[in-house]
């Protein structure tokens, strides 16, 4: 278990690089898209770790192999705590968006802009975006499966 926590730090770490060094300087559209499937990735570390503290507890027998199907056990499992729930929905929301057909604004400058089209609502990732919302919220998934798997103390 804490090997998924270790390699969804190291991700982590790679999305950080990826917004503050390598969009500085590129500023594509695939660069964003590479920091969401990092981001999508850490997401499945700690699902992963999730599903494994599940499984010791004896919440269920087998481990599936689709990410989606994890999702779901891992709502069955934490059905009570609305925090994983809101985690899990923006873990499908960030594989929804990457999926999603795009577009692309402001290539090579500073505003650079994916636009998705998405449950016929338009969703707009830029470098903000990315840090402000999508880092912070990856790190509070971080810290909070940190201590629900007992690694780390409650502040």
């Known amino acids: 278990m804490n090997e998924y926590l270790a390699e969804a730090s190291e991700e982590l770490k790679r999305v950080e690089h990826i917004i503050y060094v390598s969009l500085k300087y590129t500023r594509t559209v ?30 269920f027998k087998e481990m599936p ?16 705590d609305e925090r994983i729930l809101w985690y899990m929905n ?8 990457l999926k999603a057909k795009f577009t692309k604004r402001e290539e090579y400058r500073r505003h650079v802009t994916m636009i998705a089209e998405l449950w016929n609502r338009t969703v707009e990732v830029n470098i903000d975006t990315l840090e402000d919302n999508l880092l ?12 629900i798997l007992g690694v780390r103390e409650k502040e």
Do not use: C, G, W
């Not at 695939?30 to 770790?49: G, H, Q």
């Open 30 to 59: 695939d660069v964003v898209r590479n920091a969401l499937n990092r981001l999508i990735s850490m997401f499945d570390f700690l699902i992963e770790a999730l599903v494994e503290h599940a499984k010791k507890q004896k919440k």
């Open 65 to 80: 192999k689709s990410p989606r199907l994890k999702v779901e056990l891992v709502r069955e499992a934490f059905e009570d």
């Open 136 to 147: 912070k919220v990856a790190k509070e998934f971080l810290e909070y499966t940190e201590i």
């Open 90 to 97: 923006f873990y499908v929301f960030l594989r929804d968006v």
